[in-house]
């Protein structure tokens, strides 16, 4: 004689649970199955039946039924497995990022993965695994400078309250130089690499053809950028280049020229030059605080597109590289949407077991 399923029952909230479950295209199989089960058997229908209708057998219906009725849904779940012991667990990662806070095996300078692993006899993969979970990168390293200025707040106010709420009347300028661009003669072009990608090719070798010192000052309202190229960056060379820039901006009896400059030595003791243009006030960055003038973006964005990787045969081609790129740039120029971005951690005094938390 067949025998029925032992009758169980449930609320309404849980019956509609399971029916979810049986009808899911997302969930576990087992659990669909599982439920079906559990359905079959709350709707009193004999073990044999379900078994039939569901292609499993008789004790596992049983065992499920059992499970349902002790434990409800929570039940229909795999239980916990013993399993294999953790090899490398939160006593081994302790382990891993305290090793990390000491200093490497002479005559090392620094740690990584493989040296890791052989200082604590553990495995490289797993080293390297842990790493990358954990977002350490050895390899890399990251350059910041913090000003020491005691008068950094205020000079740095003075600055950006230039850049973002200058005076009526006011013509705001960012001025610096960048001395010392040499004029390279060597080979360059394109190579196919053996993964198949094509990059630029630059021979290693060169020829040095002098350098050259360019002078910069952007005005920081519109983006314009005026430029002059110098075979030196002294005092009067900066002072001519003055004199040409304010010779360029329109003139107006009301105006008024802020310059932003860092502490270079040709940018101080001006002060005949500043008394005989009483119209002119220079701002200095704090020190250790070069960031802060507008102009070092430019300079970057000249460094990419013109410099790194060209030739140039003599400096007087290196001057008029210069000079078309200023003249091709202001053609477009916008005013920069400039902001610092924030470094944590700068006065290097946290562990990376600290860090990981």
């Known amino acids: 004689m067949a025998r029925k399923a032992k009758r169980i029952e449930c609320d309404g909230k849980t019956r509609q649970t399971l029916e979810t479950m049986a009808k899911s295209h997302s969930e576990e199989a087992r659990l669909v199955r599982r439920s079906r089960i559990v359905l079959g058997c709350l709707d009193g229908k004999q073990i044999k039946d379900i078994a039939s209708e569901l292609g499993e057998q008789a004790d596992v219906i049983i065992k499920w039924r059992g499970r349902f009725e002790a434990e409800g849904v929570a039940g229909l779940r795999d239980a916990p497995r013993p ?91 960012s001025v610096d130089e960048k001395p010392g661009i040499q004029a390279l003669s060597r080979t360059t072009g394109y190579v196919k690499t053996r993964s198949g990608k094509m990059v630029k090719a630059v021979k290693s070798t060169y020829r040095r053809n002098g350098t050259q010192t360019l002078f910069a000052a952007l005005e920081v309202a519109t983006g314009l950028l005026h430029g002059r190229t110098a075979k ?30 860092d502490n270079y030595c040709i940018h101080k003791r001006c002060d005949e030059w500043l008394a005989a243009h009483p119209n002119v006030t220079f701002h200095y960055t704090p020190t250790s605080a070069s960031w802060l003038n507008q102009v070092e973006i430019w300079f970057n964005l000249l460094s990419r597109k013109v410099l790194r ?25 916008e005013p920069f949407v400039w902001k610092k971005r924030e470094v944590y951690g700068s006065q290097i005094t946290n562990t990376l077991a600290s860090l990981c938390g």
């Open 309 to 333: 990787g060209a030739s140039f045969d003599d400096t007087d081609a290196l001057a008029r590289a210069i000079e078309a790129y200023i003249k091709a740039y202001n053609e477009s120029a």
């Open 83 to 173: 399993g294999k012991p953790v090899t490398y667990g939160a006593a081994w990662r302790a382990s891993v990022l305290q090793k990390l806070s000491e200093a490497p095996p002479h005559p090392y300078a620094r740690w990584d993965g493989p040296l890791l692993a052989s200082a604590l006899n553990t495995s490289g993969d797993a080293v390297q695994r842990l790493l990358k979970k954990e977002g350490v990168q050895l390899a890399r390293m990251r350059t910041w400078c913090v000003s020491t200025d005691p008068e950094f707040t205020a000079k740095a106010a003075d600055i950006v309250g230039l850049y973002l709420n200058p005076p009526e009347n006011a013509v705001v300028l």
């Open 232 to 261: 030196r960056k002294r005092r009067v060379d900066f002072l001519s280049f003055m004199d040409d820039v304010l010779s360029e901006l329109p003139s107006s009896e009301t105006a008024h020229y802020h310059v932003i400059l």
